[in-house]
């Protein structure tokens, strides 16, 4: 009997924190996403939504956007609750997909293929942006997330938080 694993992202949240100007720079995430289903012991890989960064100024010292698991992949079954640990969430925020005023190739992925996924069981780099010349601009990527579950997992939703922030 194949057991099967809905797993959702149910809080992706963008949290800005920053010291610059009010309003400078800005970071929007996706919301709710469902991930799909994969079987115990099976991987699951999926895409997130897009993740902006975008800035009004021209910064001299750039930013750095952070990923992090800020509530663990969770399920409530038959009363009892069951977590995916962080080391089985891989991310990876691949190559941007739009960028405006930013020259190509001068911010860099934390993460810029699958082979160089990590595991968040701390906070990772998702993109790095040097000094910005422009007045005007943004950056979008679609991170990945692959979650291995084992045959022990038991059936049923599982649901957590990747939170996005920058600064």
């Known amino acids: 009997m194949t057991r099967l694993l809905p797993v ?3 809080g992706a949240v963008a949290v800005l924190t920053t ?6 720079l800005s970071i929007t995430a996706p919301g709710p996403t469902d991930l799909g289903t994969t079987q115990s012991g099976g991987t699951l890989t999926a895409q997130l939504g897009p993740v902006t960064v975008s800035s ?3 910064l001299a010292t750039g930013w750095v956007a952070t990923v ?3 509530g663990a ?15 089985r969430v891989q991310y990876w925020s691949g190559s941007a997909t739009a960028l405006t005023g930013l020259t190509v190739g001068l911010c860099t992925p934390g993460q810029a293929t699958s082979l160089l996924a990590q595991t968040l069981t701390s906070p990772r780099t998702a993109y790095t ?7 005007s601009s943004s950056l979008t990527w679609r991170p990945t997330l692959v979650v291995t579950t084992q045959g022990s997992d038991p059936v049923g939703t599982y649901s957590g938080t990747i939170t996005h922030s920058v600064a």
């Open 73 to 87: 992949f969770t399920v409530i079954q038959a009363g009892r609750t069951a977590t995916f640990p962080a080391s």
């Open 19 to 24: 010291a610059t100007p009010a309003d400078a």
């Open 8 to 10: 959702a992202v149910l």
């Open 129 to 135: 942006c040097p000094a910005i010349v422009a007045l």
């Open 56 to 58: 009004n100024v021209a």
């Open 68 to 70: 992090s698991l800020s």
